[in-house]
């Protein structure tokens, strides 16, 4: 079958690789219909370990995709068969294939969500790593007793999840975003004028203090760094803390006053949705759970520009404005 697969130089190239055999105990073969490129697929494609070369599984790259369940090993109800599926492989970071870039992928069916017989697979070939980020973060959020929550990079695909799954347990959220366009298109989602911010606006850190104050949101999602956390530090209440989830703005630094630090109580650490107690714990209740909600409009992958597997080279340089490129599997 036709595959993705890293290079000992970390790049990609299409190769021909065996075909997975009949799924084990747990696990399901999935006839691929779309993979969605993400950020991070570019980014830790340069930080692999040693690889071991050669046409191997192994080798195959790529974190999201869906398409539909041809085959079900033991212990996998019979109901998945023929279903369509949204994989994110970080669910299940042990399986032993480890990409979905490829015709069949063999994947735990904890690293699936059942989708809607009525969408188009294609549609959610990128969201499952973003909905699971996003609903991760509020379970843990709650849990350390935060009222309310803010996004950075609010039109992001996470933070449009973020965005729906927030307001769907009615916990209050401020949205950042870096233009007045952005924030119109946000609006649109049904949140609130005042709580969706432009960081470009004159007045952002006085509105963003007030209400971020009266909202009691003391947690920070951020999918950007630099210079904008850097801006809004101060503006935040107190023992608020900052979860580091991605970096738009590259090595762009993070500065600040230790005072601010050391006064205000704040606290800062990585986001990692694989290392939450809902992943590790409570997968499958989440699944279920998103399960009832997917087919909302803004937990559709953004689709740009799509490209044939042949042309994964090109496919690697698009860069879309809150677009992702897919990969389509005839």
Not at 269 to 278: A, D, G, H, L, Q
């Amino acid at each position: 079958m036709k595959a993705i697969c890293v290079t000992e130089s970390r790049s990609v190239e299409l190769r021909e690789v065996p075909s997975p055999t009949a799924p084990p105990s747990g696990y399901i073969n999935v006839r691929i219909d779309a993979a969605a490129i993400n950020h991070g697929d570019k980014t830790f494609l340069k930080l692999l370990p040693g690889l071991k070369g050669g046409e191997l599984l192994e080798n195959t790259w790529g974190a999201s995709a869906a398409g539909t369940v041809t085959q079900v090993g033991a212990d996998v109800p019979s109901t998945y068969l023929g279903r369509k599926v949204a994989i994110y492989r970080g669910l299940k970071p042990d399986q032993p294939v480890l990409g979905l870039w490829c015709e069949t992928a063999q994947v735990s069916c904890d690293a699936c969500l059942l989708l809607p017989d009525h969408v188009e697979a294609k549609d959610y070939s990128g969201s499952l790593v973003n909905v699971v980020a996003a609903y991760a973060f509020l379970e843990q959020a709650a849990t350390e007793g935060h009222r309310g929550v803010i996004v950075t990079a609010g039109n992001s695909s996470t933070g449009r999840a973020l965005v729906v799954l927030a307001q769907r347990r009615q916990m209050p959220i401020l949205v950042i975003v870096r233009s007045e366009k952005a924030r119109e298109e946000v609006l649109k989602s049904g949140v609130e004028v005042g709580h969706v911010l432009s960081s470009s606006h004159p007045d952002f850190l006085r509105d963003l203090e007030q209400k971020a104050q009266e909202l009691g949101t003391t947690a920070v999602f951020d999918g950007i760094g630099g210079a904008l956390i850097s801006k809004i530090l101060g503006a935040l209440p107190r023992q608020s803390s900052i979860f580091f989830y991605g970096f738009l703005s590259g090595a762009e630094k993070v500065e600040f006053p230790s005072a601010i630090f050391m006064m205000k109580e704040y606290t800062m650490r990585m986001f990692k949705n694989s290392e939450t107690v809902t992943v590790k714990e409570k997968l499958r209740d989440m699944l279920k759970d998103l399960e009832g909600c997917i087919d909302h409009p803004l937990f559709r992958t953004s689709l740009g520009r799509e490209f044939q597997p042949e042309e994964i080279g090109a496919a690697m340089e698009y860069e879309g404005l809150n677009t992702k490129a897919v990969l389509v599997f005839p």
